[in-house]
């Protein structure tokens, strides 16, 4: 079964600072990852996917993922933090349910809270 | 373009009643899947409708149905409903062959 972990439940990063927030992934055949971010009271935005190609994966708000095979990790990263990041964010795998469609199993969340 | 649009936003139910919500696709969007949101927790996948048949279903009890209709809009509807049922219910839509789903804003589901 196809699964996702995310080890933090909060992250504590000061504005301006690099941040980072972890993803681990379990899967049988090539990982389709995602990451999408919550705002309170809000539904679900994307921000990312890794399909194929390479490692680094830019997506939306500045926002990067690194993809690991070795160590099948999905890392979400920004260089520089704003406070307007806070959230809650998911990282998530993608599993076929039928010829061409699929659905995500989603981890438990990582709440990202910047400081001023 | 319109988004994926949910209603109602929010509703209030108090036990053993019966809740239906409902959810539009995005444009051009063929596959609906709902998905649970637990307070503290991550989505559960509930189901998923594609030419107004249910794919698959996560590990939701009957009391969980849906239906979709020719013009790919859903609908979720729960029975006999338990406190354990309070959430936020959210719809996502994708257009067959696409790994991303995009979800609407939810309908945050309160049991008394």
């Known amino acids: 079964a196809q699964s996702v972990a995310q080890p933090e439940d909060q992250v504590n990063v000061a504005e301006g600072n690099p941040l980072t927030v972890k993803c681990t992934y379990s899967?049988?055949?090539?990982?389709?990852l995602f990451w999408y971010v919550q705002y309170p009271n809000r539904g679900l935005q994307f921000l990312l996917k890794?399909?194929?190609?390479?490692?680094l994966v830019k997506g939306s708000y500045g926002f990067e993922a690194e993809f690991n095979k070795s160590q099948t990790s999905f890392h979400l990263k920004k260089p520089s933090a704003l406070v307007s990041d806070s959230a809650l964010y998911f990282c998530a795998v993608s599993q076929p349910v039928m010829d061409s469609s699929y659905k995500l199993i989603f981890g438990s969340g990582t709440r990202l809270l910047v400081r001023p | 373009d319109a988004g994926v649009t949910q209603s109602p936003t929010h509703l209030i139910k108090t036990r053993g009643q019966q809740v239906t919500l409902r959810c539009s696709p995005k444009s051009g969007h063929d596959t609906v899947s709902w998905y649970q949101q637990a307070l503290g927790q991550g989505p559960q996948f509930i189901f998923q409708y594609y030419e107004e048949e249910e794919r698959q279903r996560g590990n939701f009890p009957d009391r969980f149905s849906g239906h979709q209709f020719p013009n790919y809009s859903s609908e979720l509807n729960v029975n006999a409903l338990l406190l354990g049922d309070s959430a936020l219910y959210l719809c996502?839509?994708?257009?067959?062959?696409?790994?991303?789903?995009?979800f609407g804003p939810g309908t945050r589901l309160t049991v008394l």
């Open positions: 890794y399909i194929t190609g390479d490692n």
């Open positions: 899967v049988s055949g090539n990982p389709y």
């Open positions: 996502a839509s994708s257009p067959t062959g696409i790994y991303e789903q995009f």
